[in-house]
């Protein structure tokens, strides 16, 4: 089956750029993204990029995307304190349906020092 | 505003004596995911709802189900809870049609089992 690995942990200070990275094993995956999470809470989606591009710009965020060699990163601009979490990278299929479920990395933890 | 909710935040129960936790969306997504989140590892998808239709993954145990009364509500119970099954349980959701929208979840229920 898929399989997702990130590192586990970062630690950049506030103001530097952060670069997550992520692999991942199915080259079909269709659709990948990145969720966020703060302690305590759910899943939020940052962004996303389909498996046709190879790159994605929001503001501060970055996606890269490799198909060949299955690599996904976000980069965050000027890191803020805010931004400590952590972050996930998520693989998944087919366009919509049943099978279009997402497979989950075991996330990146980001930590800011001011 | 449309979202994801969860209830209970935080639930309490005692080992074998079962559980139902609830999510509800006024998203009107098509599809309802459940997932169990340990400490420091990455969601596991335990099933989900595609409108009606019920897709158990094989790896989930007997003693958690599920339900979907409505489009609008979704509930695991858990049968008899283990000491394993402490976790966070994240409810997410999805509009098969607009997978750049990406999965939509609640901000989960910690689950302690005593």
């Known amino acids: 089956g898929e399989d997702v690995e990130q590192s586990l942990f970062l630690s950049v200070r506030e103001g530097d750029s952060s670069v997550i990275n992520c692999t991942y094993t199915?080259?079909?995956?269709?659709?990948l993204y990145w969720y966020k999470q703060e302690p305590g809470a759910g899943l939020q989606l940052l962004t996303y990029?389909?498996?046709?591009?190879d790159m994605k710009q929001d503001q501060r965020l970055t996606v890269l995307l490799n198909k060949k060699d299955k690599h996904l990163s976000l980069r965050i601009a000027d890191t803020q304190t805010g931004d400590s979490a952590i972050y996930f990278c998520?693989?998944?299929?087919?366009?919509?349906?049943?099978?279009?479920?997402?497979?989950f990395g075991k996330g990146t933890k980001l930590s800011v020092k001011p | 505003d449309a979202m994801v909710i969860q209830n209970p935040r935080y639930q309490v129960t005692q080992f074998g004596k079962p559980v139902t936790l609830s999510c509800s969306q006024t998203?009107?997504?098509?599809?309802m995911y459940w997932y169990q989140q340990k400490s420091s590892q990455a969601p596991k998808l335990l099933f989900h709802y595609y409108d009606k239709d019920f897709n158990n993954e094989a790896d989930t145990p007997d003693n958690f189900q599920s339900r979907r009364p409505n489009t609008s509500f979704c509930f695991l119970d858990i049968r008899s809870p283990g000491l394993g099954d402490a976790a966070m349980y994240l409810c997410?959701?999805?509009?098969?049609?607009?997978?750049?929208?990406?999965?939509?979840f609640g901000s989960g229920t910690r689950l302690t089992v005593v």
């Open positions: 998520a693989v998944g299929g087919s366009y919509g349906g049943s099978q279009g479920n997402l497979i």
């Open positions: 990029i389909f498996s046709n591009m």
């Open positions: 998203l009107n997504h098509n599809v």
């Open positions: 199915d080259s079909s995956s269709t659709y």
């Open positions: 997410a959701t999805k509009i098969s049609s607009r997978p750049d929208v990406g999965y939509t």
